[in-house]
């Protein structure tokens, strides 16, 4: 199975989630799964991951949806790394899974932070709840 992480924030971006999702593809990929990562363009580290990072993403605005989508036709399973000021707050992230549906393309939303958002960002995640193949919280608590 190939599975796609898509992470707003990646090394060497200071970034908890970017952080995770660094470790979340070395698990996978030590338990045999092929992983690769997409981000954005720009900051790039010398550091050599078992897993393929591809900083292709200008940025995660409407503009870059297709991009995003000839990305994802490669791929089995698609993971969102989601908070979404992380990606400029730009509602194509929240309209990726519908599509990615259309593609069948499988998604999952992985939702750090949800208890600090606001109802109004809450809503804002509908399209992208009511569309996924699962949804994992990650919850410190």
Same mark, same amino acid.
């Given at each position: 199975?190939?599975?796609?992480?898509?992470? @707003?924030?990646?090394?060497?971006?200071?970034?908890?989630?970017?952080?995770?999702?660094?470790?979340?593809?070395?698990?996978?990929?030590?338990?045999?799964?092929?992983?690769?990562?997409? %981000?954005?363009?720009?900051?790039?580290?010398?550091?050599?991951?078992?897993?393929?990072?591809?900083?292709?993403?200008?940025?995660? %605005?409407?503009?870059?949806?297709?991009?995003?989508?000839?990305? @994802?036709?490669?791929?089995?399973?698609?993971?969102?790394?989601?908070?979404?000021?992380?990606?400029?707050?730009?509602?194509?992230?929240?309209?990726?899974?519908?599509?990615?549906? =259309?593609?069948?393309?499988?998604?999952?939303? %992985?939702?750090?932070?949800?208890?600090?958002? =606001?109802?109004?960002? =809450?809503?804002?995640?509908?399209?992208?709840?009511? %569309?996924?193949?699962?949804?994992?919280?990650?919850?410190?608590?």
């Amino acid at each position: 199975m190939k599975s796609l992480i898509i992470c @707003a924030d990646f090394p060497p971006f200071l970034s908890g989630i970017g952080d995770f999702t660094d470790r979340l593809a070395s698990a996978m990929t030590r338990a045999g799964e092929h992983v690769s990562v997409v %981000t954005v363009q720009g900051l790039s580290d010398d550091v050599k991951r078992p897993y393929e990072v591809l900083r292709v993403m200008p940025s995660f %605005t409407m503009k870059s949806m297709d991009t995003l989508l000839d990305i @994802a036709r490669n791929f089995d399973v698609i993971n969102i790394q989601y908070p979404g000021v992380h990606f400029g707050r730009s509602p194509m992230i929240n309209l990726l899974p519908p599509k990615l549906k =259309r593609l069948d393309v499988a998604s999952i939303v %992985t939702i750090h932070d949800a208890r600090v958002m =606001r109802w109004r960002w =809450r809503l804002r995640t509908w399209p992208m709840l009511n %569309t996924v193949s699962g949804i994992i919280h990650v919850y410190p608590g």
